[in-house]
């Protein structure tokens, strides 16, 4: 779990977070060997009475309250609460980058509300990168979980990998908009667009002229984010920042 801070009021824990479940566990029994349990005992400290904010993912949110607190773990009950808002319609395709730099990629999109996120393979990316650990064990479902817990949000976008920019499988009334450096026609704050958007962002050393080229024949349009280099993580953090909060201003 991430770090966040935790108030009470009224007999209710407030923070940052809430906490996510596939499936509610038998007779809300959870065992401190899972790692929410302890979340829940050691951050949060909850005392039997209190309520937590817990969801299910892609189902709605509401709250828990805790029944009893053991060693052996803490069982609550739930109450649905409200149905979740839609996510945003903004789709990232993004190059396979280093599994640390991705697992980062990966929480912020989904923080940012996101509701598909496609990687791809790059012709400038090692191919190691699409055979790490973190997809052939499926390790990356937590960092997407981890992103929408911060956010208080119960919406996990599916993710979705390629072999390469060619193989890419968008929707058809999307605009398109390619971030990069190289001979950009116009800047991601200028350029007008509505939604849904989907925004492609670059391995570290950029994309080959001849991925640009497929980018052009799917229709992506070419758009900079100012003069300076960025990494990966940044840039997908700073692009889908401010498409975002441009769809956000205009609705």
Same mark, same amino acid.
Request: hydrophobic residues 35%; charged residues 25%; aromatic residues 6%.
């Given at each position: 779990m991430t770090a966040f801070r935790v108030w009470r009021k009224h007999g209710i824990t407030l923070s940052m977070n809430i906490i996510l479940f596939d499936e509610l566990p038998p007779d809300g029994f959870l065992p401190i060997s899972d790692e929410r349990a302890k979340h829940m005992r050691k951050v949060l400290k909850v005392t039997p009475g209190e +309520?937590?904010?817990?969801?299910?993912?892609?189902?709605?949110?509401?709250?828990?309250?805790?029944?009893?607190?053991?060693?052996?773990?803490? +069982?609550?009950?739930?109450?649905?609460? /409200?149905? /979740?808002?839609?996510?945003?319609?903004?789709e990232l395709v993004v190059a396979q980058v280093r599994p640390i730099c991705m697992k980062r990629i990966l929480r912020e999109a989904v923080s940012l509300g996101v509701r598909k996120i496609h990687v791809v393979g790059a012709d400038t990316a090692e191919k190691s990168y699409g055979e790490a650990h973190l997809w052939t064990r499926g390790e990356y479902r937590s960092y997407l979980l981890?992103?929408?817990?911060?956010?208080?949000?119960?919406? !996990?976008?599916?993710?979705?990998?390629?072999?390469?920019? *060619?193989?890419?499988?968008?929707? =058809?009334?999307?605009?398109?908009?390619?971030?990069?450096? !190289? /001979?950009?026609?116009?800047? !991601?704050?200028?350029?007008?667009f509505s939604g849904p958007v989907v925004l492609a962002i670059g391995p570290e050393? *950029?994309? =080959?002229?001849?991925?640009?080229?497929?980018?052009?024949?799917?229709?992506? +349009?070419v758009i900079g984010m100012g003069e300076r280099v960025l990494r990966t993580e940044t840039a997908c953090s700073a692009g889908l920042g401010i498409v975002t909060g441009r769809l956000r201003t205009r609705s």
């Open positions: +309520r937590v904010r817990i969801g299910l993912v892609n189902g709605p949110a509401g709250y828990g309250q805790v029944l009893e607190v053991r060693e052996e773990g803490i +069982r609550f009950s739930w109450e649905p609460g /409200e149905v /979740e808002k839609p996510m945003l319609p903004v981890h992103g929408a817990q911060q956010a208080v949000s119960t919406c !996990i976008p599916e993710c979705l990998l390629y072999p390469g920019v *060619g193989s890419l499988d968008l929707g =058809s009334d999307m605009t398109r908009l390619l971030l990069d450096n !190289i /001979e950009p026609e116009g800047d !991601i704050m200028e350029v007008p050393r *950029g994309w =080959s002229d001849r991925e640009r080229d497929l980018f052009r024949a799917m229709g992506f +349009r």
